[in-house]
C-alpha cells in the first residue's frame, strides 16, 4: 500500500483538477496522473471521471474520498502533534488557585516555572469562586476538595491534612491540653471558612464537635497562622503551611491525634486532543514541585 498515492487523490479531489494539485504538491502534472492511475489499478476500480473539462468523483470515489481524507487529517495531526512536542514552552499561562493556597507556595511554583521555561507568561488568578475555564480563559486549575466538573481532566496532587497548631510560648502559660474538650479553655484563632462556631476534629476511631467562642476570627490562613505562631492561641490550620513553622520550632503540633478535615488536592484542565508544550510542561514542573508538600 503507498499511501502516497492515497495522499495525491485527496489532494486532486479538493484541488478540482490534476494541474492544480500538482502546482499545489509541487510535482509534475503527468506523476500526479501516474499515481491516481496506480491507485485505481491496486483498488480495481475507478475513482475519477475524467473530461476535458472537469473532474468528478465516482460513487466509489467519493467513498474513498472520504475515508482518506479523514486518514490523511489524522496523520498530519499526528506530525502537528510531534512538531509541537519538540517546540519550547512558551507564551502566556494563566493558573488559578484559591486564595489561601498558600502565597510562599505558589511564589516558589511560579519562580520555578520561569526559571525554568524563560520564554514562559505566567498569570496567576487568585480566588475562592469557582472558574469556568474554558469560558474565562484559564489553561490550568489548582483546586481543593471535591471536585465539581467531570468534563476536566484531573491528576491528583495529595490531601491537605488540617491539623492544630500553637506555638511554645502559648502552650507553656495555658491551661493543659490533653484531649480535645480541653479547647474550651483555650484561645482559639478561627479561620472562618473553617467553621465559625466549631471545630470537628476526629482521630481513628471517632469525631467530636467542639463548640467555639467568636473571639479571634479571621479569612486569612496567612493572618490565622502569624497569630498562632506569635503565641495568640490555637489555630486549625492546613499541615503544609506550618512545616517550616514547625522546622524553625516557631509552631508545635498539638494534639497529634486528632485532626480536621482532608481536602484532596488537584491540578484541573480542559480535555483537549493536542496539549500545548506550555501546558505540558507546567504541569509536569507543578506536580513535581507540589506533590511534597501535600504529602504529609
Not at 505566567?122 to 468534563?151: F, H, K, P, Q, W
Not at 483555650?186 to 471558612?193: G, K, N, R, V
Not at 486549625?236 to 494534639?255: E, W
Request: aromatic fraction near 6%; include cysteine; charge should be negative.
Amino acid at each position: 500500500m503507498d499511501f502516497n498515492e492515497s495522499a495525491v487523490f485527496v489532494k486532486v479531489v479538493q484541488a478540482g483538477s490534476f494541474s492544480e494539485a500538482a502546482r499545489q504538491i509541487g510535482l509534475p502534472t503527468s506523476t500526479v496522473s501516474t499515481r491516481i492511475s496506480r491507485l485505481e489499478k491496486r483498488l480495481g476500480i475507478t475513482l475519477l471521471q475524467r473530461t476535458t473539462r472537469r473532474l468528478s468523483l465516482t460513487e466509489a470515489g467519493a467513498v474513498y474520498y472520504q475515508h482518506a481524507a479523514q486518514g490523511l487529517s489524522y496523520l498530519l495531526e499526528a506530525e502537528a502533534a510531534i512538531d509541537e512536542a519538540r517546540q519550547q514552552p512558551q507564551g502566556k499561562l494563566k493558573v488559578t488557585a484559591p486564595a489561601d493556597l498558600g502565597d510562599s507556595l505558589l511564589a516558589n511554583l511560579i519562580q520555578r516555572a520561569q526559571r525554568d521555561f524563560p520564554e514562559l507568561e505566567m498569570e496567576l488568578l487568585l480566588t475562592d469562586r469557582y472558574i469556568d475555564l474554558v469560558a474565562d480563559g484559564v489553561d490550568v486549575a489548582i483546586r481543593t476538595g471535591d471536585l465539581r466538573d467531570s468534563s476536566l481532566i484531573a491528576k491528583s496532587l495529595g490531601i491537605i491534612h488540617w491539623e492544630l497548631f500553637a506555638s511554645k510560648d502559648y502552650l507553656k502559660s495555658a491551661a493543659p491540653l490533653e484531649v480535645p474538650q480541653d479547647i474550651h479553655a483555650h484561645h482559639c484563632l478561627q479561620f472562618t471558612p473553617m467553621g465559625r462556631d466549631a471545630w470537628t476534629l476526629s482521630n481513628e476511631y471517632s469525631h467530636i464537635t467542639i463548640p467555639l467562642p467568636a473571639r479571634t476570627m479571621a479569612n486569612s490562613i496567612g493572618v490565622v497562622k502569624s497569630m498562632a505562631e506569635n503565641g495568640q492561641g490555637i489555630a486549625l490550620l492546613p499541615a503544609f503551611v506550618c512545616k517550616q513553622g514547625l522546622i524553625s520550632g516557631d509552631l508545635l503540633r498539638v494534639l497529634p491525634d486528632w485532626q480536621g478535615r482532608a481536602d484532596p488536592v488537584h491540578l484541573v484542565y480542559p480535555k483537549q486532543r493536542f496539549m500545548p508544550p506550555k501546558l505540558r510542561a507546567f504541569l509536569d514542573l507543578a506536580q513535581d514541585e507540589l506533590r511534597p508538600q501535600f504529602s504529609c
